[in-house]
């Protein structure tokens, strides 16, 4: 099992940008897939993106498709996601996880280790 703390999160304005971090700690973190998830203000869980154990292939949801992008550098142990042009409705915690497998998924059962989230909000 890997730990995750997540961090970046702060109020923002329509429009702009914002890099979330995902720091690991403990794990053979190269060995992990990695996703992006977000939770609304209703509770609600939703998968933003994911990247597969070396970097080689990402996957995203459509509603963040062409504005977030998922990085990672296993040297370092740490993931991020761009975002860009942001919109209210990304308002919501953000939270890492880790999956112990080649490729990213957008199931949230796939995952085994989550972080305890940062707070994105977007004012319009």
């Known amino acids: 099992q890997v730990g995750l703390v997540e961090s970046g999160g702060r109020l923002v304005q329509a429009g702009d940008s914002l890099s979330l971090s995902c720091a690991a700690v403990?794990?053979?973190?190269?060995?992990?897939?990695m996703g992006w998830f977000r939770r609304s203000p209703e509770g609600e869980l939703a998968f933003v993106g994911a990247?597969?154990?070396?970097?080689?292939?990402?996957l995203y949801d459509d509603s963040v498709k062409g504005r977030f992008t998922v990085s990672r550098d296993n040297a370092k142990k740490m993931v991020w996601l761009q975002m860009n042009n942001l919109k209210p409705e990304d308002s919501a915690v953000y939270l890492c996880?880790?999956?112990?497998?080649?490729?990213?998924?957008?199931?949230?059962?796939?995952?085994?280790?989550w972080g305890p989230g940062t707070q994105v909000t977007v004012s319009s």
């Open positions: 996880a880790a999956a112990r497998q080649d490729d990213g998924s957008r199931f949230y059962g796939d995952y085994e280790s």
């Open positions: 403990g794990g053979p973190f190269s060995s992990f897939a």
């Open positions: 990247i597969s154990w070396n970097g080689g292939s990402t």
